[in-house]
């Protein structure tokens, strides 16, 4: 066995980066719990098909960024448009869902 990459293989030499998403403090203080609890209970009852619970998941994401638990970061970068939106001039396109709920 070589020695040079480590008991389990790989560069032992290189310091390790951290993903761009995926790390975000955690809620310590529960300010996302109703949100957090919202989603589960709707992913729970809808047979954990998600696209049917997009606006908790829009919610709980939304309080995560009011309470500085993650990055601010526009909702459409995150997914959430609708699609083949037709505006007043008859024109289809897609649009950020600005719901509040």
Do not use: W
Request: hydrophobic content about 30%; overall charge neutral; glycine content about 10%.
């Amino acid at each position: 066995m070589s020695a040079a990459g480590g008991a389990f293989g790989g560069n032992r030499g290189l310091r390790p980066v951290p993903p761009e998403k995926g790390i975000f403090p955690l809620d310590h203080m529960h300010l996302c719990d109703l949100e957090k609890a919202e989603y589960l209970n709707c992913l729970k009852t809808a047979g954990h098909q998600s696209e049917k619970c997009r606006q908790f998941s829009k919610k709980y994401l939304q309080c995560r960024m009011e309470r500085n638990l993650m990055a601010k970061q526009d909702l459409a970068e995150l997914g959430f448009k609708e699609s083949n939106v037709e505006t007043p001039g008859g024109k289809i396109t897609d649009r950020v869902d600005n719901q509040d709920q």
